[in-house]
């Protein structure tokens, strides 16, 4: 059988994940020392945990509402108000899903018909072009620039917002820049919005992880709260990739719909990850604030050591990513990470991976231990030096 004709169109026109070609190569080799992985280096909190297995030993082990268990949005709710000043009501503005990711593929499902345009910032994470394709959409990639702080500058947006226009992605803090909006930005965007019909979808998986400043969403703007989708999840704050549950909030209209959706695909949550979830919630704070300050100490040793390494960098303020600049050393995105790993057996993602923008770039992740961070820098001073 001929598996390609049988196969939808939109999805054998979309590639695959550019990170996954570093990924493959680096599954075929040894002592490798990886800055490429996008998920903590620390381990879920023992209390988080252990509420896991405790709910798994009483046999709770049934669906829950399609929206995820009740306690568990209430805890969300009470989350959102103290930690962003955000008020959701737990019966019908929030939704729990599968990582956060579910909530981005629920709201672009939802939203986008054929012919639709989103508004996606570049370089960002990888899975928003393609989900637009898949829905019907137009994406309509704007190339944010270092010199901006990687943010969306109302000048782009007002020239790329047309007729079509149906959504605007928000991805800050942002996968692979580190960049971050601040109130004052959000607030210029916020003028080109008013009087259109555009949704915000705003990816806020990082919000915890911010250096120097709290986290603002474009939701915290009164004129954009009822028009704004924010999504959250437990994977980066608590250090839970792998309990693949996320949240997404919004209007009561909004959230009702996206749940029929979820309904249909996924039932509900894994029960276990929400009662963890609850105890993550509740008692969590501390182990955010251990880990961000953990973070931000990576976040200064790892910058400066590539700046003193020969590279331009911009100085990330959100997320755990560096995204330096590579065009120094006269080799491509692809070129370098390649090399990189093959002469000196660190990984890194290229640039490229996060759209055609990130092309002179490439995304180191911190979240590793200062000793693979030591190590790595070494070897790119060695790395960098035979290139320039």
């Known amino acids: 059988m001929n598996y ?6 939109k999805l054998r026109s979309i590639k695959p994940s550019g990170i996954r070609k570093f990924f493959d190569i680096l599954e075929e080799m040894t002592d490798v020392i990886s800055l490429g992985v996008g998920e903590p280096d620390f381990i879920t909190p023992w209390h988080i945990r252990d509420e896991g297995i405790y709910s798994l030993e ?50 672009i499902r939802a939203l986008v018909e054929p012919g639709d345009e989103v508004i996606i910032p570049m370089p960002s994470f990888v899975c928003y072009e393609p989900l637009t394709l898949l829905a ?22 007002k020239k790329a917002i047309t007729p079509k226009t149906k959504l605007l992605i928000m991805p800050y803090p942002c996968n692979p820049t580190g960049g971050i909006m601040e109130k004052e930005d959000h607030e210029k965007l916020a003028k080109l919005l008013i009087d259109t019909k555009i949704t915000v979808l705003s990816d806020e998986i990082y919000a915890e992880l911010t250096y120097g400043q709290k986290h603002y969403s474009p939701a915290n703007l ?19 990739t792998g309990w693949r549950l996320g949240y997404i909030m919004g209007p009561a209209p909004l959230i009702g719909q996206l749940t029929k ?32 300050e953990e973070y ?5 040793y790892l910058l400066d050591g590539v700046r003193t390494a020969g590279l331009s960098c911009f100085e990330p303020k959100g997320a755990f990513y560096l995204f330096p600049n ?24 290229s640039g490229t991976a996060f759209g055609p ?30 290139y320039r």
Do not use: W
């Not at 390609?4 to 169109?9: C, D, H, M, N, Q």
């Not at 028009?227 to 980066?236: A, Q, Y």
């Not at 993550?280 to 182990?287: Q, V």
């Open 357 to 386: 923008g990130g092309e002179g770039f490439v995304r180191m992740c911190y979240a590793a231990s200062m000793d693979d961070l030591s190590s790595s820098l070494i070897r790119l001073q060695r790395f960098v030096e035979k």
């Open 296 to 300: 931000d100490r990576r976040r200064r």
């Open 326 to 349: 590579i065009t120094s050393t006269g080799l491509s995105s692809d070129e370098f990470c390649e090399r990189f790993l093959i002469e000196e057996k660190v990984a890194s993602i």
């Open 58 to 107: 009483k046999g709770f082990t049934k669906y829950t509402s399609n929206a995820g268990m009740k306690s568990l949005r209430k805890e969300i709710s009470a989350y959102m108000y103290r930690r962003f000043n955000l008020s959701y009501n737990p019966d019908d503005q929030i939704l729990v899903t599968v990582g956060g990711s579910e909530g981005i593929d629920l709201a």
């Open 222 to 240: 009164k004129e954009l709260y009822p028009r704004t989708l924010v999504v959250n999840g437990f994977s980066k704050a608590y250090a839970m």
């Open 4 to 9: 390609e004709e049988i196969l939808s169109g």
């Open 136 to 157: 019907g959409g137009i994406p309509v990639l704007i190339e944010t620039q270092a010199e901006d702080g990687f943010k969306l500058t109302p000048e782009q947006l």
């Open 261 to 292: 959706l979820h309904q249909f695909a996924i039932m509900s949550a894994p029960t276990t990850s929400q009662y963890a979830a609850i105890e993550a919630m509740k008692e969590g704070d501390r182990d955010i604030g251990h880990m961000r």
